[in-house]
């Protein structure tokens, strides 16, 4: 029987499965809409407020205040407050999450493995208001007695706590990127004299580099658009400094901020607010390509 005769023989598709299909099409075609929905409210609004507010104010005036009377529109101040308390965050996070899953992957027994990571698992649970309250009321009155001027609502302790927020992020992912790794590279390498310390870190580590990279970047895109930690802890006061002592604000906590107030829809403080989110989604997309790309690339280098 020739493929032609078959085809004409083969059964079609039953009612029960072009339903399922059906289905999983319209499921699927629900989230790109509702994305495209998402992006068409933050760009409409953000095209409105650049016809009232030039664009190189938006970039360069190093004042944001735009509930105030006589407004400023400068987004320096928020992106310098958000990049420094992620930057602290990371700081913390990304040593500790990987030294973590080095030992979760390559040192520890199976079941302290295991045991390890549901509980690395509980603490991504955690609501972040609590790790909020807890940099605020726990974490701050102890560096106020260590380091000098330092004010209550500030990026250093937030950033802190933040670190530990994320510290799961990075732990787990990355130890099942190393978990990933053939067996047959750790025995190549102890074959040829490598020390167990030289099997992580010259082989394990290369072989795992995307799924490393990955887990740092999810961590990053967690902590940009954390909110409750930054708008607890480090304040609400838009400055442009990079002082970890000094109040600041995030693009996360100011939307916070106007998001509860009172200002009329279609004002140009409300569109403010979606300039602020625009720009929040511009960086994080950028920086997910841009993160994609360097995974792309170390995977051909080293797989």
Known sequence: MNAAAWAQKKPSKSLKERAVVLVLFLLALVSVLTTAGIIFTLFGETLQFFRQVPLL?????????????????????????????????????????????????????FEQSVRVKGIMELLEGIPTVVFG????????????????????FNPLSAGLVLGFAILPYISNVASDAMMAVPRSLREAAYALGATKFEVVTRVVFPAAISGIVAAIILATSRAIGETMIAAIAAGQRPMLTLDPRETIATMTSY???????????????????????????????????????IVERYRERYE
């Open 255 to 293: 939307i916070v901020q106007a998001a509860t107030g009172d200002q009329p829809a279609g004002s140009l403080a409300s569109r403010a607010l979606f300039s602020v989110g625009t720009t929040l989604f511009v960086l994080t997309l950028t920086f997910n390509i841009l993160a994609q790309r």
């Open 133 to 152: 309250y807890f940099a605020l009321l726990f974490v701050t009155p102890i560096f106020q007695n260590l380091i000098p001027g330092l004010n209550l």
């Open 57 to 109: 104010e938006f970039l360069f005036a190093p004042e944001w205040t735009p509930l105030f009377a006589e407004p400023r529109y400068g987004i320096g101040a928020l992106l310098a407050g958000t990049f420094l308390f992620t930057a602290i965050g990371l700081v913390v996070a990304i040593p500790l999450g990987l030294l973590t899953a080095a030992y979760l992957s390559e040192y520890a027994p």
